[in-house]
């Protein structure tokens, strides 16, 4: 029999990624995290948590994708903006690990690679996604809705760039 689905659906690598994602996100909210909250801010918090997660997962899914399971046509551009949007997130966090115990708040070279590396990322997207989606005509744009997953989602979160820039504000706060 062959193979109705070209391996563009979810898989376990890409589970396994947004566990990473997940990491990523926890590192950075153990910062954020504070006893006196109350319900709006824990569900702040939450949300905080689920948005760097996942967009913290986009380099992991894009390596796994491109370079263990070599999927066919791929990367998209969503994709792509994924794997950068989630750069950012991802150097933070390994700066707040080399430095355990510190508050990262302080720590100029976290508020500097964290507030500059979103604002190139965001800027970035903003301008491939005006330059690929709402600078074409309809046709192209309407290819989007085919491409898997995982192009969408990227899109979804390059588009919601104010959003990237908020959660920098909230973890930087």
């Known amino acids: 029999m062959e193979r109705i689905d070209k391996g563009g659906g979810f898989s376990v690598l890409d589970g396994a990624a947004l566990v990473v994602g997940a990491a990523i996100a926890s590192i950075h909210i153990l910062g954020v995290r504070r006893e006196d909250l109350s319900g709006a801010g824990w569900i702040m918090i939450g949300i905080t948590f689920s948005w760097v997660a996942v967009t913290a997962a986009g380099p992991f899914i894009f390596l796994a994708r491109r370079f263990a399971r070599r999927l066919p046509n791929y990367p998209k551009v969503g994709d792509r ?29 976290f508020i ?52 990237q820039c908020g959660l920098g504000l909230v973890v930087l706060s």
């Open 112 to 163: 500097n690679t964290l507030s500059v590396g979103l604002g190139v990322v965001c800027l970035t997207a903003l301008f491939v996604v005006w330059g690929t989606g709402v600078m074409v005509p309809p046709e192209q744009a309407q290819r989007i809705e085919a491409a898997p997953w995982t192009n969408r989602v990227g899109l979804i979160l390059s588009i919601a760039w104010p959003i």
């Open 81 to 109: 903006l994924w794997a950068l949007l989630g750069i950012p997130w991802l150097a933070t966090a390994l700066i707040q690990s080399a430095t355990p115990g510190s508050d990262q708040r302080h720590n100029p070279l």
